[in-house]
């Protein structure tokens, strides 16, 4: 059967563990014909990323810490001589510190917010600009986001300034590299229960029970959910769809309570 992603060459950041949302991406992307990539910061990370890559026969795993110039510098490199190209970067990767998603936002430390702006936000337009000039006949690029960067949602404070930095970066990345045929979209998902998420938010579990209460499709979204419409973004099926922030959310964000 064809698919989709056949062989197009697709570049994940950010997976940590099998729950991650850029796994789920990974795992969609590979059904579809996807030949992939992704990168790990730190041996601890790189211990799982490993057998998850081979899993999906990757052809790339790279070192790659977003907060350090040279490795994302010779991580491209390697990029360009494995596979001289690139289709598609997916960037699924946020940092903020656990003091930050709790209490008042306008605690917030300089520090804290400089950190989780330079990972969360900053990251992308980096990337993009790496991944666009290898992709010299156009391309897609797709970014998570989540609704609290439209909304106060209690706790996510940095995170949710770091969010609308991000999804407006997303709109000055489509205007820059749109000419050159490469599309730059964000997916907005609803609470999904990662490693980040179950390790750095209090009481992350009730959040994903009022989002089923609430959501008009009653039901939490999962990884594939996420991934299915990152797929479609990056696939033909999206050629004329950029600069977009999409809900993957059971539709909780056109809800006025
Ligand atoms: C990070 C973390 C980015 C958790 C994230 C995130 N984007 C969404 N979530 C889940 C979440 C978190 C909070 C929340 C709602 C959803 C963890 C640290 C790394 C960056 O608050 C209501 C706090």
Redesign the pocket.
Known sequence: MAGLMDGKKVMVFGVANERSIAWGISKVMHEQGARLGFNFAGETLEKRVRPLAESVDAELVVPCDVTDDDQVTEAFGRIRETWGGLDVLVHSL???RREE?MGRFSDTSREGFLKAMEVSTYSLVHLSREAAQLMPDGGSIVTMT?Y?SEKV????NV?GVAKAGLEAAVRYLAADLGPQGIRVNAVSAG?IKTL??AG??KNFRG?LTLFEEKAPLRRNVTQEDAGHVALFLCSHMGAGVTGEVLHVDSGFNILGH
């Open positions: 946020a940092f903020a998603l989540y609290g949602v209690e706790n996510y995170m609470p980040a998420a750095g938010v959040l």
